[in-house]
């Protein structure tokens, strides 16, 4: 008897990063459902009538729309959103941390397994203290970028996953991320890793949210 093939949720999935995981995740077996607040965008970017991807059109903030794309079985979520991050940009403070407690809510709800959240260097593990290297450049991030609201809600996401119990995660962190082509194979790393291409990390958020040594870890990403 054949098999269901495992489901994946991906929130994100038009962004820099996100983009790279449905053509990644379909080949690998995975049913994927691709939650985005516009599906002709999605379809002019992955080009594909595969019948393993379903477009699910809804926006994160509706903690409804969340949970309803949460249901029918499925096991994994890769969570690649975020906010436009350079001062000019309009932002709301707590928008991505209310957007993962939506989808730990539909996780509840629909007993899904893991998440595997991308947030950034500059966001420590619990009890981790950042080096004064890293410390300077979350300093530049915030102030002369003014990519605050991303990087300070990362932290409030890490803490909320820290608080709970209910369900299981992986936040990765990579340095920068630059280029859309493929170069390297990623692999998790316990010491902040180089420049990385947002191809390179789709792949890797693939592969890493159906990685058990990961569960529940806040891990660097290297070559
Ligand atoms: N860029 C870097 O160098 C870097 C380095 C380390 C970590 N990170 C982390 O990676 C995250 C993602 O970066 P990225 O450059 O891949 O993302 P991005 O290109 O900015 O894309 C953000 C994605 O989130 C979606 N999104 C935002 N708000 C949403 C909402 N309310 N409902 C549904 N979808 C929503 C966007 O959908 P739309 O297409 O509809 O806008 C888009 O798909 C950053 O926020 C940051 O935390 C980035």
Known sequence: MQQDKPRLIVFGATGNTGRHVIPYALPQGYKVRAFVRSPDKLRAMMNTDNQDLEIYQGDLQDKEQVLNACSDGAEHIIFVAGLPNFKWHKQTRGAMLQAVKNVHAGMVKHQVKKILYLAGTPNPAPQQKLSIGI?????????????????????????????????????????????????????????????????????????????????????????
Not at 147 to 160: G, P
Not at 187 to 194: C, E, F, L
Not at 195 to 223: C, I
Request: charged share 20%; proline share 2%.
């Open 135 to 223: 410390k300077m450049l979350k300093l530049f991030l915030i102030v002369c970028l003014g990519d605050q609201w991303n990087i300070r809600d990362n932290d409030d996401v890490i803490e909320f996953f820290t608080s709970q119990n209910k369900v299981n995660y992986v936040v990765i962190r990579p340095l920068f991320l630059f280029g859309q082509t493929q170069r390297h194979q990623l692999r998790a790393s316990n010491t902040v890793g180089p420049m990385v291409s947002f191809t390179d990390l789709g792949q890797f958020a693939v592969r890493a949210v159906g990685d058990e040594s990961l569960v529940n870890k806040f891990t660097y990403v290297s070559k």
